[in-house]
């Protein structure tokens, strides 16, 4: 396992006040973060794939906050979003929750509120990039398997007999038996129901 | 008295008139001359009594030295104009020819006559000539015989030649007929006169001189007198030598015997023509004064002493299209109006009897039917005896007049229901001569006694306490002349009504350097009310139109507010973790703090901008601000909606803008409505939206320029009437309440389409020294 870099909490508020007194906030519970006044300085900005989460205001100069969460999703990088309004209004915030909003936090919060949700979607981003490089482990040794054990898999996961499938395939049982002991071995997987769900987690991709 | 030379000679009248002429003096005559003077004189006409001296001296003084006799008795009396003819008859004791008589013990009266003219114009006499009567001379000397028992003796004294003489010498035509009218004798005068022989006038020969208009009407006339023995007497033109023809009175007298038959006419002819040219002359005079009386523009009519009608000129007949004879019965007849009838009667009557001028204005009726309103004037005329012997009666044509009249009443009551209606009084005031003129409104809306005395005191009186300072300025203004005064104010009225009023007067004029004030005063209690009113409901409008927008604005601004509250939250937040750390970060939890304060004092600007919008204050309160810090104040609170509606507002602020008197929380709802409209407008599309601020004369301008869909031109007004709305949430209030805002302020605002796109409303604020 890669060793994690610090986490940064992005900042993305019109108003300066609000973005300075959260980022020392968070500097006061040693967190990064970084500020921008408006989503394209946010979205155009480079920045490393390192964890982290986003702080959104809702209302913002030229773009809405959900916009910006829905351009990040696309471009990949989605981040946790911890939506802030200046007065929240019900509608808004069912869209924030389904597009995947961790909080959604009505000015003024409570210092607290904010960093737990913050803690929280720091918590979020880790299990997604856990996930994420899960996934992207799995495919790899997915990509190890020989054309005749990723069909084999196949119909292993579809729940097909060893004879059924040698049937399918025009072999014989024993043949069946060592390449599931290939796929096995390759995908790393100890029983065929965790055989299963990575196969349901690669077709998901 | 001196004897008379000339009688040895003949009775030459005019050297006998000579000789008495020069005799006078030193005589009795001033006795004769009082007498003559008052018994005579006086009865002559005033103008003949002007030259009353004159006449004395240059005629009647020496013509009485001639003839010291009886004098009596004025004939006649003939006036024209400028010169006056007297004729009177007189008795002389004759001498000289006569005194045979005088011898014989008798008296002999000789009748004569005289005629003078006299000049007023020049108040002198300017012919004078005496006549005889020859006919009554010869008569009176033929009839002595007849009253002296001696006949024979008298016919002694008779002296035929002498008597041809006198005949012939005498000034007169004398002649004789014989009994069935024959006349057989004419005397050298009258041949002379014309110019015939004594053959050719003998027996009828001499109506041939006699005019042929008069002569039918002479024979017909000495005819009759020759049938019925009659004495003649007529007057006919005779034709001179020369061809002209004069007036003549013909006289003859019939000579009778014992028994009483006419032996002999005895005949004389005078000439008259001078008198008969006087009457011409009258007759013309009098002509051309009745074509006066007739022609002039007004109604003349005379009655006798008891008011019966003798004489109405022509416009008078010609107005009632009646005779004369008609009118005398004009109480009958309908030429006076039946409702005045009883009246002018009364009229008539009493001024008849009381002898007083009669004054009265009635209704006649014209020929066409028509009434018209007259004035009848009548004057009584007196004689010298003060008994009044006539009335004359000028009737003057007051139609117009009555209705002039009629108009000035209907006019004044118009004025005084006008003012009634309108509750405005007037009044004409001299306010040093404490004299007050009030209309009868006026009085009622002081509620004033009608007859009571308006004086400055009962005027200062009814002011309202508050208002005193009002009534000291006005008064002291109108002292000082000040030419127009205008004030509003409250009076309590004896009920204790309080009631508003507005008085507008002006200078009249100046009464021994005392203004006199003329003006009008209105009550203006229900306006003022209403007014009031109204003001109440603008203001609660102007509320609503404020909340009403608030509430839309509310997300917006509490995302404004929100802003440095979660900042200060945060920052506080952050600075409590600062300090409990294991070691606490002073230095940064002081930043902390110091954003907090920096923070919450925003917060607070905005509320207090705010709270402006709630406050519901009827009167507004100025004060002097820029308007460049009052577009800043709005843009701060309006920065959220700005990004709303994606919105970038820009500014263009003027430097060194005067400040403006204005009520803030008015001018930033004007701003706000500007503002807000102008997003709304760039809502579809976004845009920038630009507030620029500038000098005009007087005034400064804000200008809201928006770059939306813009105004056509036609509605470009329409935005501005109430209701007007293009939003379906908007109230159309509005635009409204924002030009109403601005025009109390004495600016103005409007609108006008961009260049590009979007509309720019305009507002203006005088400067102090303007507004």
Same mark, same amino acid.
């Given at each position: 396992m890669n060793p994690e870099s610090a986490p940064v909490v992005f900042i993305v508020d019109d108003d300066a006040s609000v973005r300075r007194s959260i980022q020392d906030l968070l500097s006061s519970v040693s967190l990064r973060s970084e500020a921008f006044a408006t989503p394209n300085e946010f979205l155009d900005g480079q920045r490393p794939d390192g964890p982290g989460c986003l702080i959104l205001d809702v209302r913002l100069p030229g773009m809405s906050g959900l916009d910006c969460q829905r351009r990040l999703a696309e471009a990949g990088r989605a981040l946790p979003v911890i939506f802030l309004s200046g007065h929240g209004d019900v509608p808004m915030t069912v869209r924030a929750m389904k597009s995947g909003a961790v909080e959604f936090l009505t000015k003024p919060f409570r210092p607290q509120e904010l960093l737990d949700a913050v803690q929280q979607a720091l918590e979020r981003d880790r299990l997604l990039r856990d996930k994420r490089r899960e996934a992207a482990g799995?495919?790899?040794r997915y990509e190890t398997l020989t054309a005749r054990e990723r069909e084999v898999m196949e119909l292993v996961v579809a729940g097909l007999l060893n004879k059924q499938i040698a049937a399918k395939l025009g072999t014989v049982e024993h043949t069946v038996k060592i390449h599931r002991g290939h796929v096995m071995a390759k995908m790393k997987a100890e029983s065929l129901s965790t055989l299963i769900g990575?196969?349901?987690t690669l077709s998901a991709r | 008295m001196a004897t008379p030379t000339a009688v040895q000679s003949g009775f030459d009248v005019q050297t006998f008139i000579n000789e008495y002429y020069d005799a006078w003096s030193g005589t009795d005559v001033e006795r004769i001359l009082s007498y003559y003077a008052d018994s005579v004189l006086l009865q002559m006409p005033g103008a003949l009594m002007e030259g009353k001296e004159a006449v004395r001296d240059q005629f009647v003084r020496p013509f009485i030295?001639?003839?010291?006799?009886?004098?009596?008795?004025?004939? *006649?009396?003939?006036g *024209?104009?400028?010169?006056?003819?007297?004729?009177?008859?007189?008795?002389?004791?004759?001498?000289g020819p006569f005194a045979g008589h005088a011898a014989s013990g008798a008296r002999v009266a000789v009748p004569g006559c005289g005629v003078y003219e006299y000049d007023a114009a020049k108040r002198q006499i300017t012919a004078a000539r005496i006549y005889f009567d020859v006919g009554t001379l010869l008569q009176s000397i033929t009839d002595f015989p007849q009253n002296d028992r001696n006949k024979a003796a008298v016919a002694l004294h008779f002296d035929e030649r002498n008597m041809s003489l006198i005949v012939n010498t005498i000034p007169t035509f004398a002649w004789s007929a014989r009994p069935d009218g024959y006349r057989d004798f004419f005397n050298q005068r009258w041949l002379d006169y014309t110019g015939m022989t004594a053959e050719q006038v003998a027996g009828w020969g001499w109506a041939e001189a006699i005019h042929p208009e008069d002569r039918p009407q002479l024979i017909e006339h000495w005819r009759g007198c020759l049938a019925s023995g009659a004495p003649a007497e007529a007057e006919a033109r005779i034709r001179r030598f020369d061809g002209a023809y004069r007036w003549f009175l013909v006289r003859a007298n019939p000579l009778r015997n014992d028994s009483g038959?006419?032996?002999?006419?005895?005949?004389?002819?005078?000439?008259i023509d001078d008198r008969k040219r006087g009457e011409d002359a009258l007759r013309a005079t009098e002509l051309s004064w009745r074509q006066i009386v007739d022609n002039i523009p007004g109604m003349v009519a005379t009655t006798g002493a008891m008011g019966e009608v003798e004489f109405l000129n022509r416009q008078t007949l010609e107005y009632f299209g009646k005779t004369q004879e008609e009118l005398k019965d004009w109480a009958l007849i309908g030429a006076v109006h039946p409702d005045d009838l009883p009246r002018v009667i009364a009229a008539r009557r009493q001024s008849l009897e009381a002898g007083e001028i009669y004054d009265i204005e009635h209704r006649c009726r014209r020929a066409d039917g028509v009434y018209r309103w007259f004035q009848v004037r009548g004057l009584p005329v007196r004689n010298a005896g003060g008994t009044i012997t006539a009335w004359y009666l000028l009737l003057t044509d007051i139609e117009d007049r009555k209705q002039a009249e009629a108009q000035v009443e209907q006019a004044y009551v118009r004025l005084a229901q006008a003012?009634?209606? *309108?509750?405005t009084g007037s009044f004409i005031t001299d306010l040093l001569g404490d004299e007050h003129n009030w209309s009868e409104e006026l009085c009622r809306i002081f509620e004033f006694d009608p007859g009571a005395q308006v004086t400055t005191q009962a005027i200062r009186a009814a002011f309202h306490p508050e208002d005193l300072p009002v009534y000291e300025d006005a008064f002291k203004r109108a002292v000082g002349l000040d030419r127009e005064i205008d004030i509003t104010y409250r009076i309590i009225t004896p009920a204790g009504k309080v009631k508003h009023l507005h008085a507008v007067s002006r200078v009249m004029?100046?009464?021994?350097?005392?203004?006199?004030y003329i003006g009008a005063i209105q009550d203006v209690t229900e306006s003022k009310v209403a007014e009031e009113a109204l003001t109440r409901a603008r203001a609660e409008l102007a509320h609503m139109a404020r909340v009403t927008t608030l509430s839309a604005l509310t997300a917006s601004i509490a995302h404004e507010i929100n802003q440095p509250i979660a900042a200060v939250t945060t920052s506080a937040g952050a600075c409590l973790r600062w300090l409990d750390r294991d070691n606490p970060e002073v230095q940064r939890a002081r930043e902390a703090a110091k954003r907090i304060e920096e923070d919450g004092k925003r917060a607070a600007e905005i509320i207090a901008h705010l709270k402006s919008f709630y406050r519901k204050d009827v009167s507004p309160q100025r004060a002097m601000v820029s308007v460049n810090d009052l577009v800043d104040e709005m843009l701060a609170l309006l920065q959220s909606e700005a990004h709303r509606h994606s919105v970038v507002v820009r500014t263009q602020f003027a430097a060194g803008l005067p400040a403006v008197s204005v009520d803030r929380v008015q001018m930033q709802q004007v701003l706000m409505n500007l503002m807000l409209n102008g997003m709304e407008a760039m809502s579809q599309g976004g845009g920038a939206l630009t507030i620029s601020t500038g000098r005009e004369s007087g005034a400064v301008r804000v200008s809201v320029q928006d770059g939306g869909v813009g105004i056509p031109s036609e509605?470009?007004?329409?935005?501005?009437?109430?209701?007007?709305?293009?939003?379906?949430?908007?109230t159309g209030m509005g635009l409204a309440i924002s030009r109403t805002i601005i025009e109390s302020h004495g600016g103005r605002l409007w609108a006008t389409a961009n260049q590009g796109r979007g509309a720019t409303f305009h507002f203006t604020l005088p400067t102090e020294a303007q507004a």
């Open positions: 799995l495919k790899d990575m196969a349901h | 030295t001639a003839f010291p006799g009886n004098w009596h008795r004025v004939k *006649s009396l003939i *024209s104009r400028g010169v006056a003819i007297v004729e009177f008859t007189f008795e002389a004791e004759h001498k038959n006419i032996v002999k006419w005895y005949g004389t002819n005078i000439d003012q009634r209606l *309108s509750k004029e100046q009464v021994a350097a005392r203004p006199v509605k470009m007004e329409d935005v501005f009437n109430a209701f007007y709305t293009t939003k379906v949430t908007g």
